[in-house]
């Protein structure tokens, strides 16, 4: 995504995730996106990006954060949107209807927006459907299970077939396996030898 986000209009949205992930999301993010967890008057946690006008609120309820407010407005590159909002949206399963409004100087469709759905932490919004895909096999990987396993240990989504980018990403992700572990292999031997 090489434009500038002018704002994001939400239509609806659902995400909730576990407290300590939301508490680590700074320091996981680090340079890419600088963002800073700070606990408003309210007791909200707010997560915003530094320097920028985008924010997530969070309510607090034991161990978990509800999502409960958005706002995303003049996002350089669309960063806060895809690393921090799409990326926690399609880790944790969540749901987003919304209107990307991006910069007129470098919008060059009709339309001056683009709407965005993720649903159960599925999307085919670019970037962030190979997200969804790495993370559904992350999961399926770490489960032993199939690609459509939650990794939550509850009940589990029926199997769906994977898309095509899908498919791509798992033969790079298999191609990937395999020339590290030759790597490896390359250099225990290179190692051994006197």
């Known amino acids: ?5 002018e704002t994001v209009e939400v239509l609806s949205f659902r995400l909730e995730l576990p407290r300590h992930a939301l508490e680590r999301l700074p320091g996981e993010l680090g340079s890419a996106v600088p963002v800073r967890l700070e606990r408003d008057e309210d007791g909200t946690l707010i997560l915003e990006q530094q320097g920028q006008d985008s924010f997530l609120r969070f309510h607090l309820e ?5 999502l409960v407010e958005i706002c995303v407005s003049q996002d350089t590159q669309g960063a806060f949107f895809q690393k921090v909002l799409g ?10 209807r919304a209107r990307v409004v991006f910069d007129p100087r470098d919008n060059t469709s009709k339309e001056p927006w683009v ?5 159960n932490g599925r999307t085919s919004w670019p970037g962030l459907a190979t997200q969804s895909a790495a993370v559904r096999l992350a999961h399926a990987a770490a489960e032993g ?5 939650s990794g939550e ?5 029926p199997e769906e077939p994977l898309t095509a980018e899908e498919e791509e ?4 992700l298999a191609r990937a396996e395999s020339e590290w572990q030759e790597y490896q292999r390359l250099k225990r031997q ?3 030898k006197p």
């Open 190 to 192: 290179r190692m051994q």
């Open 62 to 66: 034991a161990d978990a954060a509800e």
């Open 1 to 5: 995504m090489g434009s500038r986000i």
């Open 153 to 157: 240990g509850g009940e589990q989504p």
């Open 115 to 119: 709407e965005v759905s993720v649903e």
């Open 169 to 172: 990403l798992s033969r790079l």
């Open 87 to 96: 990326a926690l949206m399609v880790r944790f399963q969540g749901d987003l």
């Open 145 to 149: 299970g199939s690609v459509g396993a």
